[in-house]
T-cell receptor, first 115, second 109 residues
């Protein structure tokens, strides 16, 4: 299957700082990327959907000014958690899909801990 | 509204067979996915069904009945490494995935 690389896999940051998470499709063009958040023992919660070159579409209840998503190229999307707080600590996962393939491939996930 | 239902937890014995059921209600339908997720890791793709019937892939098979809004994942010859959460997701008319809460499968020796 196609490969999606997500970086970093783990990050610890201080409260009030910003953290950037990268998601890259290595061997296909990801016209659509999805960002999820997952709390322990819970299912994936879609945060936003981004199409290359367009503004991301955020799900209800997700603050777009806090979770900045950029999808400037067909192989890279970034999620920046701004002014992070301890309640933002979670597992963040990206997935990517190209134009013709409905299957979404997942990155490895990023464990964010805000202290 | 859109909804996915699957059992919260199941237990099975090593070497046995287990069937994980999933029912869905979506606005339009563009396929049903099964993913496996080990604790602390991202999900990995297992199967995709868009037409009725059974699709077999090694030890894993997936079934779909669109008229009943029903799917199941069948795991044969269970191994300890199959202990994981299994996520069912249906794709709606906008090609968005609607996720179930996942079924935690516990394999006992």
């Amino acid at each position: 299957g196609a490969v999606v690389s997500q970086h970093p896999s783990r990050v610890i940051c201080k409260s009030g700082t910003s953290v950037k998470i990268e998601c890259r499709s290595l061997d296909f063009q990801a016209t659509t990327m999805f960002w999820y958040r997952q709390f322990p023992k819970q299912s994936l919660m879609l945060m936003a959907t981004s199409n290359e070159g367009s503004k991301a579409t955020y799900e209800q209840g997700v603050e777009k000014d806090k979770f900045l998503i950029n999808h400037a190229s067909l192989t890279l999307s970034t999620l920046t958690v701004t002014s992070a707080h301890p309640e933002d600590s979670s597992f963040y996962i990206c997935s990517a899909r190209d134009r013709t393939d409905t299957e979404a491939f997942f990155g490895q996930g990023t464990r964010l801990t805000v202290v | 509204g859109q909804n996915i239902d699957q059992p919260t937890e199941m237990t099975a014995t090593e070497g046995a067979i287990v069937q994980i059921n999933c029912t869905y209600q979506t606005s339009g339908f563009n396929g049903l996915f099964w993913y496996q997720q080990h604790a602390g890791e991202a999900p990995t793709f297992l199967s995709y069904n868009v037409l009725d019937g059974l699709e077999e892939k090694g030890r894993f098979s997936s079934f779909l009945s669109r008229s009943k809004g029903y799917s199941y994942l069948l795991l044969k010859e269970l191994q300890m490494k199959d202990s994981a959460s299994y996520l069912c997701a249906a794709m709606d008319s906008n090609y968005q995935l609607i996720w179930g809460a996942g079924t935690k499968l516990i394999i006992k020796p």
